[in-house]
């Protein structure tokens, strides 16, 4: 238990915890999410959470509304669980806090109100016994109790019933006492509250589950109350305490009026309520207490007092009709609400008050009346209903009322009325007629905003009107016909033909008899011809009027029994098949010729069927008549002209259309465009049928214009430039032009010339004439009509059978009108249609026979280009317009006029179908793209898309031996063969439709746009295999594919079966009908029965999925039927209707059948189509591979126009990717393009919308892959040279793509370009020099990357075939490919061996010439400077460090072979560039080898190394000949220091010591040497090979090969200290014997310092025989003019001393004392480092002279680092000497005075000086061999010694010996 207590409590204190920790939070913070926080706590801990709360509430007063919002949220998840104690706590701390009247604010009262609230959901009674607590009178309570207790009313009024007694009695007796207003407020609050708490109590009385309470009872205890705020507190002043007693009023008169006894005293204050509307408070309480009085009067039949009913209306209609004040929504509504409810208690009075307020001519007051007649209307209530008649009447009255908001508001009322369950006896049909009278005036005013709004009102009750409604029909039919044919109607008319439609449908149901019209009847009907006519105009328009032509359509078939009995049954066929041509089109879509087509087709049909000459007679004349009901122009009217010529082709009565030509050509005001442009249609249209009628006709008019005179010159001028003889003449040559358009075929040729064009240039001569004068045609007029005239009359002849045989003898004058219109045109404007309507005529005339030459074409074409490509851009052609609307009609000439451009030049490629044509026209066009203004480039890109379209689709396609022919119209046999059963457009259609279109709704049912059928109609008859099916919508080639079943000749089920078809369909039972079918389909042909089969097939799959696509067998065979199950011609046509439904059911069943067989096997023919098109799919390389026929210019081609793919206009670009397209489709003919077109769609959008130049150039890219898939390599030559001439003159963005297509193409078909390798190179090469701009230039150097990538060798050797020395354009190349990470390392492996294949092909040479040894081999340097190049480019030095051993050897040797030599001769192609090339012959290439070989130290991550060697001034040693060895050593010993020598490079080098080239030798011996003081020799036991070769090398005619041998084997004591003794003899005899050379002194030097090295490493013992050997030539040497010499002898003599020991030390003595002069004259030799090494030697040596007495001195002066002395110390020694021992003193004046002949300057004055000395301490009389004549003599000699200082110190001494002697002497 006690483990059960501390598991509570840790539990407890975790809550608390938790919560308290989100409380501190809570004034930063989200306090809902801290709330939500808290509250999912509480759903399982949801007492102790109450407890941290009451416990914060108490604690935390700053954040007390915040807490009692946490526990508000807290308390409702609370479903009565919470302990009765903590309840308490919660009552009682809220409602000490909502009574504080100190410390707590009104928020926080207002929480702890809103938190009771909430806790009483579950604890009523503890809530509201804390509230009646404080209700004890005669203490008044606090507010906020009130307030809480009226709170609780709104919350649970059922809960409060109980309590209602004794708080309203408690509440009585406290209400004298109140005296505050803010508390009177808080009362009538709660008094509001409980009223409403009792109402709803009321009106709920069934579910209370208490003890009901009386309702009478109920209400006596709100009188009390009531009768006391009435009495007392409606004098108060406060508006807001005003405010609550009206709204407590309401709730409480409502109550009260229940009960009859208190009925006059709630009407009493029923006045004081309505004063408040003019007191300045809120009225809107005012009308919602109003508004609950009045609902419970009407509601219990309680009539209100005479006097305060009209008081009431008044009062009401006052406030609507306000403008003071205006009304809130909510306010109105309430105010119409009160009416409606008076129209309960007493309708007839209030009709008449508001019929009254209507005759007041105030629009305010009549539009508030009108509104409230609608209301009440509207509500349709019972006591309202027989009230109509008088409604309708008072409306009526304001019918004469003009004004706008009136007549808005009359409109309101009608279509509420019209929009009842019953029109019945209301006048209903004044209403609607009163509509269309508003809709007809508002007609006229339309330019005024409101007129606008009237008719759209009126058309939307019309809209509204439902014919279903009792009542509707009688008030209708037929009477809506008056307004179909009148055309102020015609907004209506949507409407109205549905009403119209839905009424007729209702007659015929009723009867045939109930259906017809009565013409003769009071109601004045329009004739049949009038309805056919009005609905047929409606109908040309299909989508005006929110699409009135279908409804015109349908109302035509409703009433085609009143039109005419014989059209009934083809109607019901024809027009459901034109809505549903309407319903698959839009607005946009919809081809209005076709449809227009469509219509007289219809209307001509009819007409025939009438076949009655008056009908179609007097249709004419209805037709002529309702033309004035249309404005002009307008598309209305114009069809009434077409309507009118088709009603006179059909009309029999030759007389009457001879009448009505005359009128129509007499009558026609020629002035009027529409007028023209009708008379045109008509008179085209009649010569369908009656070509001789209508060309007599045009003679005979034609003839009476030209006899028209016209007095005066100035008149005659005017009338040629604008009058109407000007325009009679051109309507009648644009009437003979269409005439030959209509004229039956059969006929035309025999009449097209004599008869039309003939005339046509008779009218244009005499139009260009004045006074008989020809005269410059400038009538843009007069040149459009002529150029229509041409297409129309081309177009004509083309269409006849014999078109290809008719010679036109008018074609070239015609071309040449043409060709003068197109030259007379401006290039700095584009201001008429000529331009672009010559050139399209050009086209058309070029089709005719005779043909053009080729010149002709080419000069036609040119000035075709000339006229259309300079013209400005069209953005500027549209700036210089004045209106949007001039700039839309320049925007549509440009369009057409490329165009136009576009379809000459596809004409002239297609009647001269060859490659050398195709080829003088692009020669014409890319003329163009060099051009620097962007749109000229446009437009030539864009005819050049049109080109290659052309030449695509002809010239290309005549080389393709599988060409398909005309796909259309044609038997199936001619499709079809042994290995295609089935047509391949077959095929191909339903394949595309299979899988893109299963799922489609409507598939088959809804149609596809016309000119894009036709487009694809085309493509496909043209050239089945490149259509692209993807461009056209899915419903495009389904409408294609049904076109192509209905143009076969002889239909699928064809026409000799049809009848048995049809008596197999008459079998009666199901299973013999299927039978019967399929044993006629057995009889089909193999042809006919495999596409038959197929299509079934595919409708099964289609039928399938009906559930998405909408699409069932019986929807499919509605469609299918008409196109493979058709009726021969011959068929009687009544006959082919009856028989639709048969055809419909026959197809349905075959479908159906084959759905049941066919469901098993889907999923296996899924499966197999799937393998099929997966197996069809091949890899890009494979399609590249293939042997085809290439199109030889695909590459010249793709690199002219492909860098335009980034022009900086986005229609040039899309010009572009058409023409790489249409290229690709050239080149792609052999194969199938297969997943490139996809690619190439998306490409096309990103190329267009491409954001930046990024995206531009990423989209480039990628079609640049999509082209490299068909790309020729052997046309890579062509392409590069064509794309670097691109990146030459095209903008930068271009070159930039350019260089991108370059790469792309490179990179993706370069491997197959082995052999175009040094030509694609050399094109680069030669465009460095022009390209160098960075970014272009970069693509240049990419370029050839990309091709090393493929060909690597083949282009190394190209680069290397330059001249040297590398100019900067071959190294950047270089240098590219060293920067490519791919590439470094093979780059410099094929350099590596380029040099040794070299190397071992020059060393093989026997004979070569002197000149040729001292030129440096050419690709060796070469590669070398390569070498240099690509390192240096190189962003890591891994590929170099990997090389090294392979590298450092190479270019080791090549420095050495190069030292010394010269430039190689360059190789001169030319004698012109001679010159050029002399400056290659400098240079030095060892230099080049230098630099090489530092650049990959360098690279090979040693800079250290190479500052090393660069401060050592290695390479400037490497590069001199005399220096070269030193360098090498230099080189060598830096590498050591680094570990960079390797055995490999060790085992290269080693050959070369024993190459007969002296260079190698030099460099190897020094490597060598150099590698002796290295340990790895003796680590790789290579040291004894190495002291062979030494050996050997010692001995070589090169002397600076002997030093460095010399060298090595001294090095051998830092190499291999430890085997100097085990070589000593060995080394001593060799190192020896070099003392010896007579040839160099700098073999001797070298020896001797080797020698000091070794000799280090030895004793005594270890020299032997050779000490006196060694100690003599050393001696040899003290005097030597070489410093290095003397110094490196003194050393080695010191070392000798050092060495001496026992057995050499008498001689060694002996050696000294014939030495040691010299030394100590040395003391002052003139090299420092001599002196130097002197000081040290004669320290040595000094000991050896036993001379122990003066050793003191000699180590004073010798043995610190003090500065030496020497004439100090030599008068030390000559003192001593003088003093102990004279022989020796004799020796050193001897030799001193055998020094005065030294060549030495120095040693001279050294030597006098020293003579100085001696003579000074010594004693002259007794030392004899002293001889001072002789001194004297050879100080004489001295004085004459050429220095200056030896003549000094020599005449000083003689001034000293002879002291009376001058100096002079």
Known sequence: MNNLVSEQEVTERGVYNEVVSLLVHIADQDKDRIALRIASIAKTKLASVVRVLLEKLQQDKQNRVAIYYILEGVLQQDTGGLEIRLVKNIVSLASDQMRETQEATNEVKVAASNTLVTLASCYFDHVMYELRCHLKPPKLPEEFILVTLGNLSSAYARKCIPFVRVTLNTMFSMLEFVKDGRLRQAFCGVLEQWSRAVRLFLANWEKCSFPKVGQLRLCNHFLPVYTHVTSNWLTCEEPELKQAIIKALGPMMSLLLHKEEYQDQIFEHLSWL????????????????????????????????????????????????????????????????????????????????????????????????????????????????????????????????????????????????LSLQSVENCAAWDMVAHVFTEFSVSTSKLAIPEENTIQTLCTDILQCLDTSVTGMTQVLWPRLLEYVVPAQYTGTLKPLCRCLRELAEKKQQEGEEAACLDYGGPVKLPTPQGLLARLLVVASSPYAGEGHGCAALQLLQALHQNIHAAVGEMWVVKIPSLLQYIEGNTENSLDHVQWEHMLLQFLRTSLGMIDDSAWSSQMSLELNQQMASYASPSLEKCFLYKALGTSLAVCQDRVHVKSQLHQFLTATDYMEAPERQGVISILALSAESHLDLTLNALQEFGATVSKVTI??????????????????????????????????????????????????????????????????????????????????????????????????????????????????????????????????????????????????NRELLGQCFKSLFPLPPLEKLKEECETAKDALHIQSLYVRSLEALGKLVETLLEEEPTADWFQEMFDLLRTWFSSGKEWERERA?????????????????????????????????????????????????????????????????????????????????????????????????????????????????????????????????????????????????????????????????????????????????????????????????????????????????????????????????????????????????????????????????????????????????????????????????????????????????????????????????????????????????????????????????????????????????????????????????????????????????????????????????????????????????????GGDPLLATQVLQVLIEKIKTSTSQEESITSETETDRHLAAAEPLSATCAIFEVVSAQQSSKAVQELLPELFPVLLQQVSRTSGQKMPLPRISSWSLFQKDQQHTEGNPCRFSVQALESVLSKAGNERLVRVLRTQKTWILLENPQTHHEGVCLLVSGLLRFGLITLEIIQSLLPWVNSPMENFRVTGTAFLAQLMTDPMLREKKLLKSVLRILEERSQDRNSIVRQMAVRGLGNIVDGAPVKVKKYKKFLLDILIGALHDVFSSEVIGESMKALAKVLKELKEKDIGSSFKDLTEQIRAYFDDENDG???????????????????????????????????????????????????ATFHLCFPFLGLKRLQHAINKHLGGRAELKPEELQVDICRHLAKENAELLKNLYSTTIASFSSSWEGIRAGAANLAGIILEHTDTQRVKWLDLEHLLMSLRVLEKDPSPTVQLVATELISDICPGRALGE
């Open 274 to 417: 309505l004063e408040q509307y003019n007191e300045n408070t809120d009225v809107f309480h005012v009308t919602k207490s109003l508004s609950q009085l009045l609902e419970v009067s009407g509601e219990y039949k309680i009539p209100l007092p005479d006097g305060k009913f009209q008081a009431i209306c008044s009062a009401l209609h006052n406030q609507i009709c306000s403008q003071a004040r205006p009304l809130s929504m909510e306010n109105h509504t309430e105010l119409v609400h009160c009416v409606v409810q008076l129209a309960r208690s007493s309708p007839d009075d209030l009709i008449a008050f508001l019929h009254s307020q209507l005759e007041i001519e105030n629009e305010a007051v009549r539009v508030a009346s009108l509104n409230l007649l609608r209301a009440i209307v509207g509500a349709d209530l019972p006591e309202t209903r027989p009230k109509k008649c008088l409604i309708v009447k008072a409306v009526k009255s304001t019918f004469s009322d003009q004004n706008a908001t009136v007549r808005k508001a009359v409109l309101h009322f009608i279509q509420r009325l």
């Open 711 to 856: 007095p005066g010159f100035i008149s005659r001028q005017k009338d040629y430039h604008h009058g109407r003889r000007g325009q009679t003449r051109s309507t009648l040559m644009l009437t003979y032009s269409s005439v030959a358009v209509h004229a039956p075929k059969d006929q035309l040729l025999s009449r097209v010339e004599a008869d039309i064009t003939k005339n046509i240039l008779l009218h244009y001569r005499a139009s260009c004439q004045v006074l008989g004068i020809t005269v410059a045609n400038k009538d843009m007029n007069l040149k459009l009509t002529l150029i229509q005239n041409v297409m129309e009359i081309s177009c004509a002849i083309l269409e006849t059978r014999d078109s290809q045989e008719f010679e036109f003898s008018y074609k070239l004058e015609l071309l040449g009108y043409m060709l003068d219109f197109i030259k007379t045109e401006p290039l700095d404007s584009l201001t008429s249609p000529v331009r672009y309507k010559a050139v399209l005529a050009i086209g058309h005339l070029s089709k005719l026979k005779p043909s053009l030459t080729m010149e002709e």
């Open 941 to 1377: 890109l864009q005819a050049s898309t049109q080109l290659l379209t052309a030449y695509l689709g002809t010239v290309h396609s005549t080389y393709d031996p599988e060409l398909s022919s005309r796909q259309f119209g044609v038997e199936l046999s001619r499709l079809t063969n042994e290995e295609q059963a089935v047509p391949l457009v077959v095929e191909k259609l339903i394949n595309y439709i299979e899988m893109h279109g299963l799922y489609t709704e409507g598939i088959y049912r809804k149609s596809g746009s016309t000119s894009k059928i036709k487009e694809l109609r085309q493509g496909l008859d043209t050239d089945i295999d490149n259509v692209n099916l993807d461009d056209y919508n899915i419903h495009v080639i389904a409408s294609v594919f049904k076109q192509w079943l209905r143009d076969l000749p002889n239909p699928l089920m064809t026409f000799e079966l049809y009848e048995e078809f049809l008596r197999a369909m008459g079998l009666q039972e199901r299973k013999e009908t299927i039978r019967g079918v399929y044993s006629v389909i057995d009889q089909l042909s193999r042809t006919h029965l495999s596409t038959l089969e197929r299509l079934i097939f595919h409708l099964v799959r289609i039928a399938l999925q009906e559930e998405t696509n909408r699409m069932s067998a019986n929807a499919l065979a509605i469609v299918f039927a008409p196109c493979i199950l058709r009726c021969p011609d011959t068929t009687d046509p009544l006959q082919s209707v009856q028989d639709i439904s048969k055809t419909i059911t026959c197809v349905e069943l075959i479908v159906v059948e084959q759905m049941n067989k066919y469901r098993a096997r889907l999923k296996d023919i899924n499966s197999l189509e799937f393998a099929e098109n997966k197996a069809k799919s091949r890899p890009s390389l494979i399609r590249r591979s293939m042997t085809q026929e290439t199109f030889h210019q695909f590459g010249s081609l793709i690199g002219a126009i492909a860098p335009y793919s980034c022009d900086s206009l986005a229609t040039s670009r899309q010009w572009v990717f058409d023409c790489i397209s249409c290229l690709l489709c050239i080149q792609g003919q052999p194969m199938n393009l297969g997943s490139a077109e996809e690619e190439l769609r998306c490409l096309r959008e990103e190329l267009t919308a491409a954001p930046d130049p990024e995206a531009l150039f990423q989209a480039s890219s990628k079609m640049a892959r999509v082209v490299s898939e068909y790309f020729p390599p052997e046309q890579a030559t062509a392409f590069i040279e064509a794309t670097v001439e691109s990146m030459l003159s095209a903008s930068p963005t271009c070159a930039t793509a350019a260089g991108l297509w370059m790469k792309v193409i490179l990179k993706e078909c370069g491997d197959a370009m082995l052999d175009k390798v040094p030509a694609i190179v050399d094109i680069i090469y030669s465009h460095m020099a022009t390209i160098q701009e960075g970014s272009l230039r970069q693509f240049l150097l990419e370029a050839v990357s990309i091709l090393a990538h493929h060909h690597l060798e083949a282009v190394i050797s190209s680069l290397l075939s330059n001249h040297l020395p590398m100019d900067s354009y071959t190294s950047e190349l270089w240098r590219s490919l």
């Open 1685 to 1735: 010499l003397r110094s490196v002898a003194f050393v080695l003599f010191g070392i000798l001393a050092q060495l001496t020991k026992k057995k050499w030390k008498a001689y060694f003595a002996e050696q000294v004392r014939k030495s040691w002069v010299i030394l100590l004259l040395h003391l002052q030799d003139p090299s420092p480092e001599v002196s130097m090494e002197c000081r």
